[in-house]
């Protein structure tokens, strides 16, 4: 099989400068990305954003002059406003994580002694409960719980 070669007038070397007439041309404008409807947009506004900062910084050297003079006439007050934050703000806030670190096991010790109490508690008052029901009235009756209520009230207290 020979092969040709392919001539300038070939549909594949068409170097004409009007696209093409398809029906997906119009269509195109219709589904392409938000972010490429957005590129234009974006690119003018980092360029804007370039320029202000330029301009900005080109202003901010001509005071530049005037930022150590600031300085050397606001130091009595920053070291002052340091000096009431360390007092009102830094210094409280210091002592209290170390008072808090420092009662951090009493705080748990007692915390797990009270859960535990409580857990205690409950488990032998159930068992308690179940030990009077099953001991204390052996009979059963037909409404054994309003029974069991009428019983209790008549018990008189035992004097020791």
């Known amino acids: 099989m020979t092969t040709r070669p392919m001539s300038s007038s070939s549909p594949l070397f068409n170097t004409a400068t009007t696209p093409p007439a398809t029906p997906f ?64 703000i830094f210094a409280p806030y210091s002592t209290l994580v170390y008072l808090l670190d420092a009662v951090h096991p009493l705080y748990v010790f007692c915390g797990v002694a009270c859960l535990t109490g409580v857990l205690v508690g409950y488990i032998g008052r159930t068992v308690a409960r179940l030990l009077v029901g099953a001991f204390a009235y052996p009979e059963a009756s037909e409404d054994a719980s309003t029974d069991v209520v009428k019983r209790v009230e008549k018990l008189e207290p035992v004097e020791l």
Do not use: D
Not at 38 to 63: E, N, T
Not at 78 to 86: D, E, M, N, Q
């Open 25 to 88: 041309v119009s269509m195109e404008s219709e589904y392409t990305a938000p972010l490429v409807k957005a590129l234009p947009y974006l690119k003018a506004g980092f360029s804007f954003s370039y320029q202000a900062s330029i301009y900005f910084l080109q202003l901010a050297r001509r005071f530049m002059v005037f930022i150590p003079i600031l300085v050397y006439l606001l130091a009595p007050f920053t070291v002052f406003i340091g000096y009431i934050g360390h007092i009102f």
